[in-house]
């Protein structure tokens, strides 16, 4: 599981509900807030500039801002890149080997009655082998406690929800050296479900740097008639991390057939560009749709044109037959006139 923020440098993240719960709430129960100190966090989270084989030192201030005595736990964890851009932090139980690595806490739980605090210290030990360039993590403050979200039912089944209220505060480390903005392109297939069709685009970081920036993409069909044009921001891409951003299909869905589509990726000064061909089966089409077929565009129906034909051949058809057959009954009664004892 990840958490997304806003953007990697904020300092406050609630996951999954608002952290703190109001005092006249019908539930009564503690609430963590933390709070980054020193010169390192001046923007509202931790920047450090340091080179390998430096340890660093911080602290942070964890609050209880419920009603309710309860624990919290620390840890830090490795960032990652969203999957529509901006920082994600990982799972206090996912493996980290980079900044999350790199920390060491002071203490990894504490307890504290309502309206109290403590200090947490903790240190950056940057390795001797750290890379050049930006390296992005963070420290998780969770409530020890799970509530219930409630239900959600699936069908004959029904699923119970255990919500974990977390707070974040970012850690960059900036190991200094030739600093390497770098998007790149890797692919494009189409996806989507319920009722949504996306393109998937790869992106990659392949530089040592944090970038940001904006994108477009233009689909044309066989014919070469544009039939998508997409612009979509690029929040906070961490370095060396990769994902599919999807690339929302607006409008009428794009039906089955062949296609070819225009990427392009602006950042930092410099631009990406790369084409792709694609296709899209009805198969695709079906299982995107499967759940929500009202929202395919209606598909004129061939037989209404059928019928239509055949009743203007039938049509034609009388209308000959009576003005050709007119003469002919004129004739025969010019004939019986003229017939002896007629």
């Known amino acids: 599981m990840?958490?997304?923020?806003?953007?990697?440098?904020?300092?406050?993240?609630?996951?999954?509900?608002?952290?703190?719960?109001?005092p006249a709430s019908a539930h009564a129960r503690?609430?963590?807030a933390v709070d980054p100190q020193g010169a390192s966090a001046a923007g509202g989270y931790y920047v450090f500039d340091a080179g390998p084989e430096t340890t660093l030192k911080g602290r942070v201030r964890v609050a209880n801002i419920g009603d309710r005595t309860g624990v919290a736990h620390l840890d830090p964890v490795d960032a990652a890149t969203g999957a529509t851009t901006g920082a994600v932090y990982r799972s206090r139980e996912d493996q980290r080997w980079d900044v999350g690595a790199w920390t060491r806490l002071e203490r990894s739980s504490v307890r504290?009655?309502?309206?109290?605090?403590?200090?947490?210290e903790f240190t950056v030990h940057v390795p001797a082998g750290a890379s050049v360039g930006d390296h992005l993590g963070g420290i998780v403050v969770e409530d020890a406690a799970r509530h219930s979200?409630?239900?959600?039912?699936?069908?004959?089944?029904?699923?119970?929800?255990?919500?974990?209220?977390?707070?974040?505060?970012a850690v960059q480390v900036r190991v200094p050296g030739p600093r390497r903005p770098s998007l790149?392109?890797?692919?494009?297939?189409?996806?989507?479900?319920?009722?949504?069709?996306?393109?998937?685009?790869?992106?990659?970081?392949?530089g040592n740097v944090l970038v940001k920036g904006r994108g477009r993409l233009v689909v044309t069909d066989a014919d070469g008639d544009r039939v998508q044009y997409a612009r979509f921001?690029?929040?906070?891409?961490?370095?060396?991390?990769?994902?599919?951003?999807?690339?929302?299909i607006a409008g009428q869905a794009l039906p089955a057939g062949r296609y070819h589509a225009a990427a392009e990726l602006r950042y930092a000064g410099r631009t990406t560009r790369r084409d792709f061909d694609f296709s899209i089966s009805d198969r695709q089409i079906a299982q995107v749709f499967r759940s929500r077929p009202d929202?395919?565009?209606?598909?004129?129906?061939?037989?209404?044109?059928?019928?239509?034909?055949?009743?203007?051949?039938?049509?034609?058809?009388?209308?000959?037959?009576?003005?050709?057959s007119r003469p002919r009954r004129r004739s025969a009664a010019r004939a019986a006139q003229t017939r002896p004892g007629a």
């Open 295 to 324: 929202l395919l565009a209606p598909q004129r129906p061939m037989l209404p044109y059928i019928v239509g034909g055949v009743a203007l051949a039938l049509a034609g058809f009388t209308l000959a037959a009576a003005i050709f």
């Open 233 to 248: 921001p690029i929040d906070t891409f961490v370095a060396h991390t990769g994902i599919r951003f999807p690339v929302t």
């Open 2 to 22: 990840m958490r997304a923020l806003p953007s990697p440098l904020a300092v406050l993240a609630a996951v999954a509900v608002a952290l703190a719960a109001a």
């Open 184 to 206: 790149a392109l890797s692919g494009l297939r189409p996806g989507g479900t319920g009722g949504h069709q996306v393109l998937l685009l790869g992106v990659r970081n392949n």
């Open 112 to 120: 504290l009655a309502p309206k109290g605090s403590a200090f947490v």
């Open 149 to 169: 979200g409630g239900q959600v039912r699936r069908g004959a089944r029904r699923f119970a929800i255990l919500v974990r209220n977390q707070t974040i505060v």
């Open 30 to 32: 503690a609430a963590f």
